[in-house]
């Protein structure tokens, strides 16, 4: 038997599910994976961290004449 790479794009569970019941009725033996995020988890959760800081308003907001010596250039 030689695996096969399918990709399927679905829209909600009960497609994952009617896939899944569609290969057990014809004996098809597969396995789901979740495809893997390129991002490093460590970073997806900083990111996550710092858009909850802005919508609880804990950010510092800084003028444009004012930028330059808030970047220290």
Do not use: H, W
Request: charged letters at 35%.
């Amino acid at each position: 038997m030689k695996p096969v790479n399918i990709t399927a794009y679905t829209d909600d569970a009960s497609q994952i599910e009617a896939i899944k019941a569609f290969m057990k009725a014809l004996k098809i033996k597969f396995e789901l994976t979740k495809e893997k995020s390129p991002y490093d988890p460590a970073f997806v959760e900083k990111v996550l961290d710092s858009k909850q800081q802005a919508e609880n308003g804990q950010v510092t907001r800084v003028k444009k004449e004012d930028l330059k010596a808030f970047l220290k250039l």
